[in-house]
């Protein structure tokens, strides 16, 4: 996979879940850091990381399924 296919599965969550992956994902902010930026609740902070990282694992897998890409097995 390229860095396309992330983007593009990034960009196909709702705004206020890749809002919250981006900041922890790519700014390497803690929950406290995000929910003070974002003016929300830690609770919030991390159900909206949990859902925003299950939604691009089933996207990409369903990607990586498309293009005959299998997901490794762990030993």
Same mark, same amino acid.
Not at 26 to 35: N, Q
Not at 67 to 75: C, K, V
């Given at each position: 996979?390229?860095?396309?296919? @992330?983007? $593009?599965?990034?960009?196909?969550?709702?705004?206020?879940?890749?809002?919250?992956?981006?900041?922890?994902? +790519?700014? +390497?902010?803690?929950?406290?850091?995000? $929910?003070?930026?974002?003016?929300?609740?830690?609770?919030? @902070?991390?159900?909206?990381?949990?859902? $925003?990282?299950?939604?691009?694992? @089933?996207?990409?897998?369903?990607?990586?399924?498309?293009?005959?890409?299998?997901?490794?097995?762990?030993?």
């Amino acid at each position: 996979m390229t860095g396309e296919e @992330v983007l $593009g599965a990034l960009r196909a969550l709702q705004e206020k879940c890749q809002t919250i992956v981006v900041r922890s994902e +790519d700014e +390497d902010l803690s929950w406290r850091e995000i $929910g003070e930026a974002q003016q929300i609740p830690i609770g919030t @902070v991390m159900s909206r990381l949990r859902r $925003g990282r299950t939604l691009l694992r @089933v996207e990409l897998a369903e990607y990586a399924a498309a293009h005959g890409l299998r997901r490794t097995e762990r030993a």
